[in-house]
């Protein structure tokens, strides 16, 4: 992560996950798993991959920016011998960073070599910097994570598990980490559990993902999820031991990975993420019904609950957008004009089925607006009736700063206006969100329960379960501007 990303303009109108992480020990052609499984990941960031893998005496690294199938054809693979591998896809190699960024991060200690790779932000990394480095630590990139390798290099604690947790409990905020020495791989989940971790199991060997997805591409099988504030440490025999140095503090799971970020066939907290998106569109449908012709959801994002919209409410589904499978993602593009040509380039109306329709729109969440307010413009050119508008998330009035890119608060719609302005912005005859206890439902909680929330709705609430040491001056700022 690059510790200036949350207040970077993310020039986009999505929320988008940062990093994918994958990690292997005990297999053959270690490294070779890690790019089929980071393959799966590719959703989770598509801007950079490296693999690092562990050849029984050496580390050998591969980095580069692009796709894992770019970056990593046999040849690159080839270099990267050993039965220990791990690697993270990501998002953020803007700021000219470019290379230094990729993770994994690499280090020679004086305990030997120790490489990490990182889903989450560290919120109090900037802080933790200054002081590192006004006792003499030199740092090589821009990114947070390297700040727990100089809080591990530094440690006084004699074995490494020991110089890893001592680091660990300095910094606070959303890391799920997978790390390996010449001794095996420790796989950790902050105390929140705030971003995903799993475990798994192909043949003799152990296996950690971001999501489970990675798991069935590569023929594992799924073991659990490493829990919150669990430490999990394999070594090259196989043996696995737990460690929860963080007591077991109410988890708070990112909620949004139900939403958007995860991919539809994985399994997430116990929960299938296709399951849950659709039973968000049954929740909407109960608590926003529109009187229409069609339910049309805006692809990809928007079709499980689109589904569930229309099953509930009885509308007919139909596909009235077909999405271009062959154009760069919308954020991807610089500057207003760009971005708007880039949304019809993306996202064509399917005439024949909207003219003359009154129609309802399913999307996942609105970011900026800008996206929603062209597929409106574009629904009633090709002839719609009507244009109902309804997300599959509250409204974002928040920046998170666990790992996602968002804009910066005055950027985001929702914290700029109410529901029936924004209407009146993205010009649909109406529009709604789901509530956050029928996001809680659809999830399958009863409710949210007020002073202790199950999940991390920080983006919605306004809650953040963790201190933002670095952060909280700016959004106390942002907050009292917006
Ligand atoms: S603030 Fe939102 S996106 Fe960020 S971790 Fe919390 S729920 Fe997820």
Redesign the pocket.
């Known amino acids: 992560m690059n510790m200036t990303h949350p207040f970077r303009d993310a020039d986009g109108d999505k929320?988008r996950e940062e990093c994918g992480i994958f990690g292997v020990i005990g297999a053959k052609d270690a490294a070779n798993i890690a790019a089929a499984g980071l393959h799966s990941l590719q959703h989770r960031g598509q801007e950079a991959v490296g693999i690092t893998s562990f050849s029984g005496s050496e580390f050998h690294s591969h980095r580069g920016l692009g796709h894992v199938a770019q970056v990593f054809r046999q040849k690159e693979l080839d270099t990267l011998p050993g039965t220990m591998a791990s690697g993270h896809v990501r998002y953020s190699t803007t700021g000219g960073s470019g290379l230094r960024n990729v993770q994994p991060l690499f280090a020679d200690l004086a305990s030997g070599g120790f490489s990490i790779a990182h889903n989450g932000n560290i919120s109090n990394a900037m802080t933790l910097k200054r002081d590192l480095v006004s006792k003499g630590s030199i740092f090589q990139s821009t990114s947070d994570t390297e700040v727990i390798i100089h809080l591990v290099a530094t440690s006084r604690y004699p074995t490494i598990l020991d110089k890893f947790i001592d680091a660990l409990r300095m910094v606070e905020g959303?890391y799920s980490l997978i790390c390996m020495t010449s001794e095996g791989m420790i796989a950790c989940r902050d105390p929140l559990g705030?971003r995903p971790l799993v475990m798994g199991r192909l043949g003799d060997a152990t296996v950690f993902a971001s999501e489970t997805v990675a798991l069935d591409v590569i023929g594992a099988e799924f073991t659990r999820a490493v829990e919150p504030g669990e430490l999990v440490q394999v070594d090259h025999k196989g043996t696995i031991s737990s460690h929860r140095p963080f007591g077991n503090p109410d988890p708070r799971p990112?909620?949004?990975?139900h939403v958007y970020f995860s991919r539809p066939d994985s399994v997430m907290d116990g929960r299938s993420v296709y399951q849950v998106r659709k039973q968000i569109g049954v929740e909407l449908a109960k608590e926003a019904l529109a009187d229409a012709d069609i339910v049309i959801p805006v692809p990809d994002s928007g079709l499980p609950a689109a589904i569930g919209y229309a099953q509930e409410s009885g509308i007919p589904f139909e596909l009235g957008i077909i999405r271009s499978h062959y154009v760069g993602r919308t954020f991807i593009q610089p500057g207003d004009a760009a971005r708007n040509a880039d949304v019809k380039r993306k996202h064509n109306a399917n005439r024949a089925i909207v003219e003359g329709k009154r129609i309802v729109l399913i999307d996942d969440s609105i970011v900026r607006g800008t996206t929603s307010k062209k597929i409106v413009e574009m629904m009633r050119d090709a002839g719609a009736a009507e244009v109902h508008m309804r997300i599959a998330s509250p409204p974002t009035e928040?920046s998170?700063f666990?790992g996602?890119d968002t804009p910066e608060r005055s950027k985001l719609l929702a914290a700029r206006m109410d529901t029936e302005a924004m209407a009146t912005f993205i010009e649909a005859d109406s529009l709604a969100f789901v509530s956050i206890d029928g996001l809680y439902r659809a999830v399958g909680e009863e409710k949210r329960k007020g002073k202790c929330p199950q999940?991390?709705?920080?983006?919605f609430s306004g809650e953040y379960p963790t201190k933002l040491t670095d952060f909280s001056e700016r959004e106390t700022t942002q907050r009292n501007a917006a």
């Not at 990112?254 to 990975?257: A, D, L, P, Y």
């Open positions: 929320l959303a705030i990112c909620i949004f990975e928040h998170c666990y996602v999940f991390c709705d920080a983006c």
